[in-house]
């Protein structure tokens, strides 16, 4: 299966709660907003408004799922979907749940 990294720019958008109407259309077409290595626990948020995505589908049928989200919100959007290649890094990101020591 192929991963998707997806990010969405409302615009004009005047409070969160347009952001809030964005993650849960995108949460129902299967996007979330996390991510982590392979193999390891520690789960990471990412940067708000981006999006992952994992299936066995082409670049712009994800593009297609991203923009039938966005309309729910009522605002005009940007989309650009990037397909992950090889190992993703990031720096920084706010972690969801740390890793399990023991």
Do not use: C
């Not at 299966?1 to 615009?11: N, Q, Y």
């Not at 290595?37 to 708000?48: A, I």
């Not at 991203?66 to 993703?88: E, H, I, M, P, Y």
């Amino acid at each position: 299966m192929a991963l998707f990294t997806t990010r969405v720019e409302l615009h004009n958008a005047k409070t969160s709660e347009d952001y809030d109407t964005l993650h849960k259309a995108m949460e129902k077409e299967g996007f979330w907003r996390t991510i982590q290595l392979s193999g390891e626990t520690t789960v990471y948020h990412l940067p708000t408004a981006e999006y992952n995505y994992s299936g066995k589908v082409e670049t712009s049928a994800v593009l297609e799922l991203a923009k039938k989200a966005a309309t729910k919100t009522g605002k005009t959007f940007s989309v650009l979907v990037t397909k992950a290649d090889g190992r993703r890094y990031w720096y920084n990101l706010p972690v969801v749940k740390k890793a399990v020591t023991s």
